[in-house]
């Protein structure tokens, strides 16, 4: 069975860091690009940053470009998000999926596999 598992949320003050993790069972994860999306409450899914499977290459969004690190462990089959700097703005719920860098920025439910999320609050 393929499945994805989010680790890592939590509350956090702003300013603060958290590192994520996205680890995969039934696949390896080397052979695909990972992406990272958050949605906040109210707020449509953003595509933040992706991994690729190919180079290794990195992307980020401008939102948090500078303060996130992308990176994976193949040899744990695990994607890491780093966050460092966090804001209120933050706060969302963070996702990992196999959806690819080039759609990354417009993230659809509807394609690549999805883990459940982990909850993100940044919050004095």
């Known amino acids: 069975q393929v499945q994805l598992v989010e680790s890592g949320g939590g509350l956090v003050q702003p300013g603060g860091s958290l590192r994520l993790s996205c680890t995969a069972s039934g696949f390896n994860l080397d052979n695909y690009a990972i992406a990272w999306v958050r949605q906040a409450p109210g707020k449509a899914r953003e595509g933040i940053s992706c991994?690729?499977?190919?180079?290794?290459?990195?992307y980020y969004t401008d939102s948090v470009k500078g303060r996130f690190t992308i990176s994976r462990d193949n040899a744990k089959n695990t994607v890491y998000l780093q966050m460092n700097s966090l804001k209120p703005e933050d706060t969302a719920v963070y996702y990992c999926?196999?959806?690819?860098?080039?759609?990354?920025?417009?993230?659809?439910?509807?394609?690549?596999?999805w883990g459940q999320g982990t909850q993100v609050t940044v919050s004095s």
């Open positions: 991994i690729s499977s190919v180079d290794g290459s990195t």
């Open positions: 999926a196999t959806i690819g860098c080039y759609y990354y920025t417009v993230p659809n439910r509807d394609f690549g596999s």
